[in-house]
Nanobody
Framework: QVQLVESGGGLVQAGGSLRVSCTAS????????MGWFRQHPGKEREFVAT????????YYADSVKGRFTISRDNAKNTVYLQMNSLKPEDTGVYYC???????????????????WGQGTQVTVSS
């Protein structure tokens, strides 16, 4: 089992950058595929990015491709989401999620992830 805590959210102007982090407690972090999701007010949670256990597989939602970068540091039990060229529509609560999985597929559905953090607010002003 793993517990996840996000940090690094905040308020930024459009065009700016922000990095959110997610630190995991528990063992075997390197065996988990990690994902970032976000939720806009009044809408369902949506997929943003995922990274495999061995950092060999990265996948992004079309809406963030080329602007966001997911990465992980297994020695620090941490996954990051670097967000550049932010837009007002990137505003939302950002959640990290974990799935115990060492295979070669990636997962974009929230239902695939068993563990979730509490979320961190990102607000992009126009």
């Amino acid at each position: 089992q793993v517990q996840l805590v996000e940090s690094g959210g905040g308020l930024v102007q459009a065009g700016g950058s922000l990095r959110v982090s997610c630190t995991a407690s528990g063992r075997a972090f390197s065996s988990y595929a990690m994902g970032w999701f976000r939720q806009h007010p009044g809408k369902e949670r949506e997929f943003v990015a995922t990274i495999s256990w061995g950092v060999g597989i990265l996948y992004y939602a079309d809406s963030v491709k080329g602007r966001f970068t997911i990465s992980r540091d297994n020695a620090k039990n941490t996954v990051y989401l670097q967000m550049n060229s932010l837009k007002p529509e990137d505003t939302g609560v950002y959640y990290c999620a974990a799935k115990y999985y060492r295979g070669g597929h990636y997962y974009t559905g929230a239902e695939a992830y068993a563990y979730w953090g509490q979320g961190t607010q990102v607000t992009v002003s126009s």
